[in-house]
């Protein structure tokens, strides 16, 4: 057993259009490009290749990809498959990645962007202690359908109070 937690590498997201899913992220995000969108070609010849085929068995064919970064150097993955099909509900209660959290003390800025943008608001900016602290969230949507999470305030100090 360690005797810290570990830290967080990075996360991996599929998306219809990996160019402009990088460019929203860039623009309203501010996250870091690292690696420009690329294609990788499903064969055995090349470290990525394989592991590729190792991940995603065999049949894929090729993918668009590019990596960023977040402000406190957090890797996003981006991922373009051929075949992407948005889901045509929010299915909560299936087991996968839900959503991501960012944490932006201007909420209503950011939010204010993301709807620029072609994202969506899903629910009004709540307070998770209202006349306690100054602790807010809200959930909002990216213009491909991923879901995530804005708080204004760290995930520590958001949930210390250890109730809500």
């Not at 259009?17 to 294609?39: C, L, Q, T």
Request: glycine share 10%; aromatic share 16%.
């Amino acid at each position: 057993m360690s005797s810290y937690p570990r830290a967080f590498s990075h996360i991996g997201i599929s998306v219809p259009d990996v160019a402009k899913a990088v460019e929203f992220y860039r623009e309203v995000m501010g996250w870091y490009v690292i690696m420009n969108p690329s294609v990788i070609t499903e064969e055995s010849d090349t470290p990525i290749g394989q592991m590729c085929i190792d991940e995603f068995g065999s049949g894929w064919g090729s993918f668009k990809i590019a990596h960023m970064s977040t402000g406190d150097r957090i890797g996003v993955e981006i991922f373009e498959f051929q075949n992407n099909e948005r889901p045509k509900d929010f299915e909560y209660w299936k087991t996968g990645t839900f959503h991501f959290g960012v944490q932006e003390p201007d909420i209503e800025g950011l939010v204010a962007k993301i709807v620029a943008h072609g994202g969506k608001q899903r629910m009004p900016i709540r307070e998770y202690y209202p006349d306690k602290k100054p602790y807010r969230m809200v959930y909002v949507e990216d213009p491909f359908g991923l879901i995530f999470e804005i708080y204004s305030h760290s995930y520590e100090l958001t949930y210390s109070q250890g109730a809500y």
